[in-house]
């Protein structure tokens, strides 16, 4: 069975600091997707990435960036120089060939100024 | 377009009562999911839809829940009688054939 695990419940952070969000995951799929969402304090989820099981590309956008290893069914999630609007939950989500996303308990953030 | 539209954005009801949430899925999407979310199990999915055929519903709680598609453009989530316990934030989503969910703004119920 799939599983998603972030290990981080809670991290504090000050404002410019970096932060990783940690993301293990388990499956026997050989096709599936990985994603990260943010909830902020207003309650909707928002999209941030999708990445496919058969490209180990790392991806930049902006302050975040993410690095996929399957070695280690790791998928991590990086904001350089973050900021107070940056405090949010973060999740991360498993989508295999049931079509469903299994997500992660999720790891809320706090940036504070 | 608009996104996933959910109805109501709040709801406030008393234990035993009927509820019913409302969704209305991206046009032109296949999949239709209803998520719950608490503090104490985090996002979970109750029942997912493919062209307004259900799937999957292992989620779902007990026959106190049940879910309906009538159509491609609408979905509802009834919970009768309602609990104190089914307090929560229920989210819809809706995926075309690709991967992806676009999640609606979500629906908290409390029930008293």
């Known amino acids: 069975a799939q599983k998603v695990t972030q290990a981080q419940t809670e991290i504090s952070v000050v404002e410019k600091e970096d932060v990783t969000l940690d993301c293990v995951y388990e499956?026997?799929?050989?096709?599936?997707?990985l994603f990260w969402y943010k909830q902020p304090p207003s309650g909707e989820l928002v999209f941030l990435i999708r990445?496919?099981?058969?490209?180990?590309q790392n991806e930049i956008s902006g302050r975040y960036s993410w690095n996929f290893q399957k070695s280690t069914s790791s998928f991590n999630f990086t904001i350089t120089a973050s900021q107070v609007v940056d405090s949010a939950v973060y999740f991360c989500?498993?989508?295999?060939?049931?079509?469903?996303?299994?997500f992660g308990k999720g790891t809320k953030l706090s940036v504070k100024p | 377009d608009a996104g996933v539209i959910q109805s109501p954005r709040h709801e406030v009801t008393e234990m035993g009562q009927e509820v019913t949430l409302r969704c209305k899925p991206i046009?032109?999407?296949?999949?239709l999911f209803w998520y719950r979310q608490t503090m104490m199990r985090g996002l979970e999915l109750l029942i997912y839809?493919?062209?307004?055929?259900?799937?999957?519903d292992s989620g779902m709680p007990e026959d106190r829940f049940s879910a309906k598609m009538p159509n491609a453009s609408f979905s509802t989530l009834k919970i009768q009688p309602s609990e104190p316990r089914d307090s929560a934030v229920y989210f819809c989503?809706?995926?075309?054939?690709?991967?992806?969910?676009?999640f609606g703004p979500g629906t908290r119920l409390t029930v008293l």
């Open positions: 989503a809706s995926q075309p054939r690709g991967p992806e969910e676009f």
């Open positions: 989500a498993f989508g295999g060939s049931q079509g469903n996303l299994i």
């Open positions: 499956t026997r799929d050989t096709t599936y997707y």
């Open positions: 990445r496919n099981s058969f490209d180990e």
């Open positions: 839809f493919n062209n307004n055929v259900p799937i999957d």
């Open positions: 046009s032109g999407h296949d999949y």
